[in-house]
């Protein structure tokens, strides 16, 4: 199947090979929970809430007394794919992924701050379109931001893949199951450092460099419209104060 | 859980005596509720329903399936709920199993009638593409996403909504000798059939606080309440589906009242969300 078409250059959606899917950012959509936020790229749609900081609850899951307990779970809805069945919960993709944002939330959270308690941050997968980890991770960014968890910078991520010897940004699902490469990243935005790389399927050097910078490039189209989001919350919340 | 100091608790159940709750309504008014269709594309029908700050989202999918031998002339459908850990922290991994369960299974009772599915509010023979050999089979997939008491008369109303935005695909059957008298299917993309929704019912949950019960009870009074009956009513007015919560037991001559109250309550409710889906409709149409 041809994944870029060899005429025009343009993909299996009409987008260019550097071009992102739409996004859409909104914080806010649970209300009961400390923070929250949906985020959309193209079809994949997202929601991430957070409870905290708070009471560690399970005592013997603290091991640093000093900083904070971080947790999340990521779960997938049961109609979030195109083909319906049933996944036991906790199977072993859902928590890689879970460790996976985890650890790249850690990464800017300054735990140090909040000693003796825990943040936990939930992401469910309301429609999967590839990128779900991506999307998960931004929408955690947002959430975290949301229910003013102090964090060092904002953590985004993005993913690029190569087929039909193009680099191409931002894969969906169709393009993501071709079998190619699949470069996951994740920044610190201003800071301009990685807290996320994975990748499968094999890569010239390279073409790696270039595939990596061209997710890093989205990474920072991210970062600058999640900034664009917390601050016409932020220019709202303002207003309702009066 | 719910954590209420000892004044919040008496000022709870003070209001609810005297009809007025905490935000304002009388014992027997529902919250605003508002509907959304269509907003799972993948699924043949969808709808997110808010009711306050509870938000639920129902999934109807179809697929082609073999009915059972038992009944050859009847499609099958399935309910599942499922609990977000966003809704509430206590639903993480295996935390919302139990509630999942108990939802799941009330709206089972509430929707499909008995085990051969007589009684059911779906026509299940109307789910039949070849009797004996094909027919659809209807998921129908609820999730909790945010939670403020009140679920399953939430969760019931996005199923109803969901099934009236449902479009199952008409099938056109072919035999032929190549395939040795197998039916080849093939399913229309364009032609779609809508569902019959107006037998399907909505539950009213009456919530027992004291001596007075309420309708659509936030999180903090449900934690105040000693039982709370869910009626499952449909446009007729017949009752279709009962389930009793709480540890408290319950005067029989309360229970009829409380059914009567339900039967009066739910037509309001029905009219109320009629208007709703006739709303999301307009506005998916634009």
Request: charged residues 25%; glycine residues 8%; proline residues 3%.
């Amino acid at each position: 199947m041809e994944h870029v078409n060899p005429l025009t250059g343009f993909r299996v959606d009409g987008r260019r090979p550097n071009e992102m899917r739409q996004l859409r950012g909104e914080v806010g959509v649970v209300s009961r929970a400390d923070g929250s936020a949906l985020f959309e790229m193209g079809n994949t749609r997202v929601i991430a809430a957070v409870y905290g900081p708070r009471e560690i609850q399970n005592r013997s899951q603290q091991v640093n007394l000093k900083e904070a307990l971080v947790r999340c779970e990521y779960r997938m809805a049961e109609f979030s794919t195109g083909d319906r069945r049933r996944k036991p919960k906790g199977d072993r993709r859902s928590t890689e992924i879970s460790l996976v944002i985890r650890q790249t939330m850690e990464a800017s959270i300054l735990t140090h701050l909040m000693p003796h308690s825990q943040i936990d941050i939930f992401v469910q997968v309301l429609q999967a379109d590839g990128g779900t980890r991506s999307a998960c991770i931004n929408a955690a960014t947002l959430a975290l931001a949301d229910a003013g968890i102090p964090m060092k910078d904002i953590v985004t991520s993005c993913s690029a893949g190569y087929l039909c010897s193009t680099p191409l940004l931002d894969l969906n699902y169709i393009e993501d199951s071709a079998g190619g490469p699949d470069v996951t990243v994740g920044i610190l935005a201003k800071m301009d450092k990685v807290t996320l790389l994975q990748m499968d399927a094999k890569l010239p050097m390279d073409t790696f460099e270039t595939v990596m910078e061209l997710a890093t490039e989205g990474c920072k189209a991210i970062a600058t419209y999640i900034r664009e989001v917390l601050l016409e919350n932020t220019k709202q919340l303002e207003c309702q104060r009066g | 859980m719910v954590g209420l100091s000892e004044g919040e608790k008496h000022f709870i159940r003070g209001g609810i005596a005297q009809d007025l709750r905490a935000d304002g309504r009388t014992r027997l008014q529902f919250r605003a509720v508002t509907v959304e269709t269509g907003i799972i594309p993948q699924a043949n029908g969808s709808a997110r329903v808010r009711m306050g700050a509870t938000e639920v989202i129902a999934s109807v999918k179809a697929e082609l399936g073999k009915p059972t031998i038992l009944h050859p002339g009847k499609g099958k459908v399935s309910i599942y709920v499922d609990c977000s850990p966003t809704a509430a922290p206590m639903f993480e991994g295996r935390g919302s199993e139990e509630l999942s369960a108990e939802l799941s299974v009330a709206l089972q009772r509430c929707l499909l009638g008995g085990k051969s599915g007589a009684g059911a509010a779906i026509d299940l023979s109307s789910l039949i593409v070849i009797e004996g050999k094909a027919c659809w089979d209807l998921y129908i997939d609820g999730l909790v996403v945010s939670s403020d008491g009140n679920l399953l008369d939430a969760l019931a109303a996005a199923i109803k909504v969901a099934l009236s935005d449902t479009g199952i695909p008409k099938v056109n059957v072919s035999l032929n000798a190549e395939t040795d008298g197998e039916p080849e299917f093939d399913i229309s993309d364009e032609d779609f059939l809508q569902f019959d929704t107006s037998s399907v019912p909505v539950i009213v949950t009456l919530t027992k606080v004291g001596k007075h019960y309420i309708v659509d009870a936030t999180s903090e009074e449900e934690s105040q309440m000693s039982s709370a009956v869910s009626v499952s009513v449909n446009r007729l007015g017949q009752i279709c589906g009962m389930t009793k919560r709480g540890g408290a037991g319950l005067d029989p001559s309360v229970i009829f009242d409380m059914i009567s109250v339900a039967k009066h309550v739910s037509q309001r409710f029905i009219s109320l969300l009629d208007s709703e889906i006739a709303a999301a409709e307009a506005a998916d149409a634009e």
